[in-house]
Structures are given as C-alpha cells and as structure tokens.
C-alpha cells in the first residue's frame, strides 16, 4: 500500500474519531454542555490526537528502521566470494538494491510477470535481457547470488510494508478505542489536550536542537578522520594552502591560516562599510525621520536583506569589481591586478549587511526609554547630542551584540566570496589582491572530484569545525552581551 | 493701542515671570487646551491640579516647548518668560530648555554615573571652562539638591543604582545645574514612596527662593504643602487660579469645589 494512502486512512480514523468523541461525550452528559468537563470539541480533539500521533510515531520508526533490517539481512545472504577484488560489499548491496528496482519497474511496465521476477531459479542471461528491454539499467552481469539477493530484497520490503500498513491501522483504531473508551462527562479532555499539545511543541524544538547535535556530531567525526590522516598542528599553524589533488593528497599543505586571514581580512572590510553605515541609517530612522518616511524608508532598507546572496555575488563580480579595476588596476593607480580581490568582496558584503546593522541597532535603539529622550531634551540638549551622549552610551552593549552578529554573518558567507574575492590563498595585506576564505575553500573541495576518504576532501569538515566554532564564540558573546543590556531597563 | 502702557501694567507685566494669554493647545484634531491665561510669579512655587487628562502636564510641557518633540501637536496664543514670547521664530528651543529645567514623573538618570549625570548639562552648554569649575557646579548642584551628603564618596557610581528617591533628587539637581530660572515638575513624586517624598517636597520648598517652580500633581494635599498659588485645570480649561489657601479653603467656582472636595476626579 503506498504511504500516501495509509496517511490518509490514519487521517481518516482521526477524523472519524473526531466526531465520535464528540458525540459520545455530549450523549455522555445527557446534550448538557454544562454537565461537561470540557466543551466537546476537546474530547473530540483528544480521540484524533490519540489516533495520529502515536500512529504516525510508529510510522516513522519503522520507516528509519525498515531498510536497515533488510540490508542487515541481504548483507548476510552474499557470500564471500561473490564480492569481487577491488570491490566491497556495500557496493555489492547497492547492486542488489538496483536489480530489485530495476525487477520492481520491469513488473510495473509489464515486461515480466510477477511469477517470472520473483522465480529463484530463473535464467540469469533471461532476466537480464529483459531487463535491458525494459529499459532498466542494469551495470554489471547479474550473477546468481545477486539475483536471490535482489528476489529476496524485494519480497522483504514488500511484506515489511505490508505488516508497517497493518500495524499502523491496528495501532490507530487501537488509540481511537482507548481515547473514546475514557469519554465521559467527567473525562478531563481539556487538560488531556493542553498536555498533548505541549508534548507537540516539545517535540519540535526537540527535533531544531537534536538536529544542531547531529551536524555537530557530523563535523566532529570527519575532523576526527582527517587529523588522523593529517597532523593538526601543520593545518592549524600552517602557512601555505597548496591541495594537491594526485597521489591521494599526501603532498598536499593544508595549512588553515591564510584561509583565516582572507576570511578576517574581508570580513574587516565588510564591517567598516557595514556598521557606520547601517547604525548611521539606524540612528536616522529611528530619531529624525518622520513617522512617514520611516514608514517608507525601513522596509526599503530590508530589502536588501531579502537579495540572494548569489545576486551580491554577480554584482561584485560584474559590476564592483570591473568598477574598483578601472580606479586601482593598471589603467588607474596599478595596485590591483584583476576584478575579484579582498576589496570587491569586502565592499559588496558590506552592502549586505548594512540591513542586518541597521534594523537590530533600530530596535536597540527604539528601546532605550523615551524618558533618557526627554530628559536630555528637558536640559537644552540638541538631537544630535542627545544621540551621542545619551542614546548611543545607553545602546552600545545591543550594538557591540548587534555587530558581533553581523560579523559571524560576514565570516560565514560563501557566494560573495566566490565569486567576488578570487581563489588564491595567500597572506597578503594589499586589499586589492585575490584572497579566499574558509566558506570558498569548502566548497572547492568538496566539489571537486578528489576520493571522499583523501585528507584533501576531509579537510573540509575541519575547515567547517573551525569556522563553526568561530561564529559559535561570537554568537554567544554577542548573545551574552545582547542579554545583559536587555536586563537594564526591565 | 497707541499710548505707552501705564506704571501699574508695566509693573505688573515685570511682576510675573511667565504669562500665558490665550494658549491653545492641538493634537491633531484634539482641542487639548482651550484659551488659557495665567500669570505665574516668580520666586515663587505654583501648582496646577485637576483630573486626569485635563490637561495640566500638556500646558506645563507648552513652557519649555517640550511639545515640540511631538510632531502631531500645535500651539496658539503666547506665552512669554520675563516679557519674551518663546514662541517667537527667533527663539531656539535648545537655549530656551536650558532656562526653563523640567523634571519628570518618572525618574530618569542617564546610564552614567551620577558626576556625568550631573555634568552633562554644563557640559552641553559649555558652563565650566575647566574640571574644577565642572566639580564645583556637580558639588553645589548637588548640595543644592540635598544629595551630596548621601553621594560625596561615590560620585563615580552608576545614578540608575540609587533609591527611587535619591534618583528623582539627582534629576533635579541635574536640572539645576544648567542654572536654569524656572523649573518645571511633572508629577515629581508620583513614583516615589511617603519618605522619600517629604523629601523632594522639602527640597521644592527650599529652591524656591531661588527659582521659579511650576509643579503638577495629582495630590491636593501635596499642592496645598508645597504651592503658593495653586490653579485648577478640568477639560483642558483653566477653570480657577489664585492663592493656594483660597483655592482649598474658598473656591470660587462650584466644579474647583467639585474636586477638592473629592466629589470627583
């Protein structure tokens, strides 16, 4: 039975339990809504929710637990000598995995017969043409052993989904019974749900923040993989970036610190255009402007925030860089030998955060109290006083929270820097040459095509660690600091 | 009105300090203050009472033009401080806060310590030419203000880590310091607990006889402790003003009555 089918039956129970649940407690109470607990559409919700939720728990267990069981027990049935040299038997079972789709859709399209598909003893050189006239792909010459592997896999998906259909229903209309079984007058339905709704919103954040763990854990284990195959004190104190891609990367120098520097360096740049400009249009529109052009002007500015990245990084590479190569390249003052460098990057980054600034500082800002205004303006002090010598002083913990965010912003962007900063690595203080960052060189080593299990693709992940632990230390200062200010006008 | 006015005007126009005529007050679309006079003496304290939304607080923020901070609200008629209409185009705003201090209901020292709370107006207006002038002016605002016993040793500390009390009195005597002519109190004690009120009343009874002080409150016993004159606001109309003994023992007018006997308000 397709999936699609059993959620909507398990759906269907719900709602018929739903209605049930209603009806049994208003029969209950004799159609007295007062002698009820709870109004009636609680115990309804109360049957429905003790129908779906553990149903669909069941669910999506089985599905998770399903395909390792079966590959457990394919694993099991090829013997040793099937495996050939060179070869390994996860390649082996993702072969028997291909064999059985490619019976599953030869059925479906009628080119063989179930009898025919699911025949152990068929004629191997018989499936296999068929197979190819069904216009399935079939690698390699199917031998014997992956036949039966791939027979067997699918007889044991088919029944696992079979029983998963069953015991879901059983489980549904069993939830269904107790929830309605309990419905009476006196029955606290409404307490029943709020608890139910509670476990719900528990269970989401739950998932956000087992999720954070996984990538995590994720990191940490491929790290783990590339400090063994490569020594951490020359990736961490290394001065040259040079990859080399052949012979595994045994001579390759991954050397982290010219990453870091680029990644610094532009991040710098970004931040020196990005916070006078953002907390000067922060302050203007929060204290001068009127409500009209605020009202204009804000959503206007956040616009900017909601631009691809991809989008800034054709405009540094098309537009700023060619831009800043005829004031500084060769025609102009010859400091700059091509379009992508620190500058270019740096710049435009700049731009993209100038939203990120300014609305959390307008918000900072908006919420130092009117009565530090009208206390300085009381004293004959102008606006731009009040903002300097009061406003500002009073904020300034938000905005150093503000800005470390934009920063870790800035350290973690990717398609700017790509496209705008080059691709060489190098420790250079001229903002006018190529330099690269972190966020670039993880993905020009996992796109290229180096083997998943050489130090020169590995090196990714610990590039990733490094930089999550980055922007980690400053988001939680930057937190800490946010947090602290929070608590001085409460 | 071509002759020169007489002795007896000239000499009542020298006697008030402020003098409204006519103001009128808009928010918008909403009439706030209708056709208010009143001549306010100086050296002297005066306290406007009334219910609430009488708008009191509204013509007491039409003196130094703190109105101006809100863009929706208007102002007619005139009001001039020692025969000078503030609302003159020549006179800036900025200089004329400066004369006419305010204090607020809450109190709200800046996140400074109390020497840069103090410091800040003589700072703004260039008052002291050095640090020591900067100190006297912090010490004999503060000692004017009655604090500077309780604070002498801790200058340096934040002014937002004191009383309630203590914080309203830094306030004033941040006011003060700018050597303002009149001071202007918004309810100054309405956050403030019985002690620390006696206090500050004790200390508005004190500045005046240096300054001119317009005080609104909502207390009538507080008015009739601390004012000379005392006027009664309801619906935005100056319904009543003269001495403050008059007001609460003889009203003129049945609604001033009204009130303070507390039929209503």
């Known amino acids: ?490 | 009105m071509n002759e020169m006015p007489s002795i007896e005007q000239a000499k009542d126009m020298t006697e008030s300090k402020i003098s409204a005529n006519k103001v009128q007050v808009f928010y918008g679309e909403n009439h706030a203050i209708k056709d208010v006079d009143i001549e306010i003496q100086p050296r002297s304290v005066t306290s406007f009472i009334g219910p609430s939304g009488c708008g009191k607080s509204t013509f007491l923020r039409t003196i130094n033009r703190m109105n101006d901070t809100i863009d929706i609200c208007r102002v007619e008629g005139s009001i001039k401080i020692d025969n000078e209409d503030i609302y003159d185009p020549k006179v800036d705003p900025v200089q004329l806060r400066a004369k006419v201090g305010m204090v607020f209901q809450k109190p709200n020292p800046f996140p400074k310590s109390i020497y840069d709370n103090i410091a800040y107006g003589p700072r703004i207006h260039g008052l002291a030419r050095n640090k020591a002038e900067l100190d006297d002016i912090v010490s004999s605002s503060l000692q004017k203000a009655g604090l500077w016993e309780e604070v002498k040793n801790r200058l340096d500390e934040p002014g937002t880590g004191m009383s309630g009390g203590q914080q309203q009195r830094l306030c004033i005597a941040r006011a003060i310091a700018v050597s303002p002519e009149v001071i202007l109190m918004d309810e100054p004690c309405s956050a403030l607990d019985p002690i620390a009120t006696a206090k500050v009343e004790e200390l508005i009874d004190e500045l005046r006889e240096n300054y001119t002080i317009v005080i609104v409150t909502h207390s009538m016993q507080q008015a009739a402790r601390v004012s000379q004159r005392t006027a009664f606001f309801h619906l935005g109309v100056l319904v009543e003003e003269g001495l403050t003994e008059d007001i609460f023992t003889n009203p003129k007018d049945k609604r001033t009555q009204d009130y303070i006997t507390g039929r209503f308000g």
């Not at chain 1, 608890?195 to 990538?215: D, E, N, R, W």
């Not at chain 1, 804000?298 to 590479?317: M, N």
């Not at chain 1, 740096?346 to 500082?361: D, K, Q």
């Not at chain 1, 080593?445 to 990733?464: E, H, I």
């Open chain 1, 1 to 490: 039975m397709p999936l699609f089918w059993l959620i909507l039956i398990v759906l269907a129970i719900a709602a018929v339990g739903y209605v049930l649940g209603r009806s049994r407690a208003m029969s209950s109470a004799g159609g007295e809504l007062s002698a009820l607990h709870s109004l009636p559409s609680y115990y309804g919700t109360n049957v429905a929710m003790k129908v779906v939720v553990p149903a669909f728990l069941l669910l999506i267990v089985w599905l998770l637990a399903q395909p390792f069981y079966v590959n457990s027990v394919i694993s099991g049935m090829i013997p040793e000598t099937s495996i050939e040299e060179g070869s390994s038997r996860g390649l082996v079972i993702a072969e028997v995995r291909r064999a059985a789709r490619g019976l599953d859709n030869a059925v479906a399209s009628g080119a063989m017969t179930e009898e025919f598909a699911s025949n152990a003893r068929a004629d191997i050189a018989d499936v296999s043409a068929r197979l190819k006239d069904a216009g399935q792909i079939v690698t390699t010459q199917i031998t014997q052993p992956i036949l039966l592997a791939a027979q067997r896999y699918r007889v044991l998906n088919s029944t696992g989904n079979w029983i998963m259909s069953v015991v879901v229903i059983l489980v549904a209309l069993f939830g269904a019974f107790w929830a309605l079984r309990e419905t009476n007058a006196e029955f606290r339905a409404r307490n029943v749900v709020e608890k139910g709704v509670k476990a719900i919103l528990i269970a989401a954040a739950s998932i956000a923040i087992l999720t954070t763990i996984g990538i995590v854990l994720s990191l940490v284990f491929n790290t783990w993989e590339f400090f063994r195959l490569y020594p951490a004190s020359d990736f961490f104190f290394g001065l040259t970036w040079s990859p080399s891609f052949s012979g595994r990367g045994s001579s390759s120098q991954l050397g982290i610190l010219p990453l870091l520097w680029g990644t610094f360096y532009i991040s710098i740049v970004a931040l020196v255009v990005a916070v006078p400009i953002g907390l000067f249009a922060a302050v203007y529109l929060s204290e001068y402007a009127s409500p009209k052009v605020r009202a204009v002007a804000k959503p206007l500015l956040e616009v900017l925030a909601g631009i691809p990245t991809i989008v800034y990084g054709l405009f540094a590479l098309l537009t700023v860089g060619p831009l800043l190569l005829s004031v500084f390249g060769n025609e102009g003052l010859g400091i700059m030998q091509a379009g992508t460098a620190v500058m270019t990057a740096g710049l435009v980054m700049g731009i993209m955060l100038i939203p990120f600034v300014s609305s959390l500082s307008d918000d900072i800002i908006n919420a130092v109290p009117q009565a530090m205004r009208d206390g300085s303006y009381g004293l004959g002090a102008t606006k731009s006083e009040t903002v300097r010598q009061v406003i500002l002083p009073a904020a300034l913990p938000g905005i150093v929270g503000a800005i470390l965010l934009a920063a870790s912003r800035a350290i973690g962007e990717t398609m700017i820097v790509v496209l705008g900063a080059g691709a060489a690595a190098r420790l250079s203080l001229n903002p006018f040459e190529a330099m690269t960052t972190v966020t670039a060189k993880i993905v020009s080593q996992l796109t290229g095509d180096a083997d998943f299990a050489s130090p020169v693709a590995l090196v990714a992940f610990a590039l990733g660690m490094t930089l999550f632990v980055i922007t980690l230390g400053l988001n939680i200062v930057a937190l800490y600091i946010v947090r602290k200010y929070r608590e001085q006008y409460d």
